[in-house]
């Protein structure tokens, strides 16, 4: 089993940055994809941004150029840098983890509040 622990969530103003964090334990080499999550209230969960073990990232538009996904591999944690944030961008953000690129995103973290204030 993974498990995943996220930090670095809060509070800012529009316009404002926040980095998350995330932090794989147990059987962390099974991380090999890992990706960040968010939901909003009202809405669906929608994926934010995704990187594979050796770095490659993807992003959703809403979040392209403003958002940075990273990886530390020795220190087994995952990163979410945020900048430019836009109220819209509150929502609980989570870490997701998963062994094989074709089966779902099956590790959880409990999830971090970002809230973003205009």
């Known amino acids: 089993q993974v498990h995943l622990v996220e930090s670095g969530g809060g509070t800012v103003q529009s316009g404002g940055s926040l980095r998350l964090s995330c932090l794989a334990s147990?059987?962390?080499?099974?991380?090999?994809?890992m990706a960040w999550f968010r939901q909003a209230p009202g809405k669906e969960r929608e994926g934010v941004a995704y990187?594979?073990?050796?770095?490659?990232?993807t992003y959703a538009d809403s979040v392209k150029g403003r958002f940075t996904i990273s990886r530390d591999n020795g220190k087994n944690t995952a990163y979410l840098e945020m900048n430019s944030l836009k109220p819209d961008d509150t929502a609980i953000y989570y870490c997701?983890?998963?062994?094989?690129?074709?089966?779902?995103?099956?590790?959880w973290g409990q999830g971090t509040q970002v809230t973003v204030s205009s």
């Open positions: 997701a983890a998963k062994s094989y690129s074709s089966v779902p995103y099956n590790y």
């Open positions: 147990g059987r962390s080499y099974m991380a090999t994809y």
């Open positions: 990187i594979s073990n050796n770095g490659v990232a």
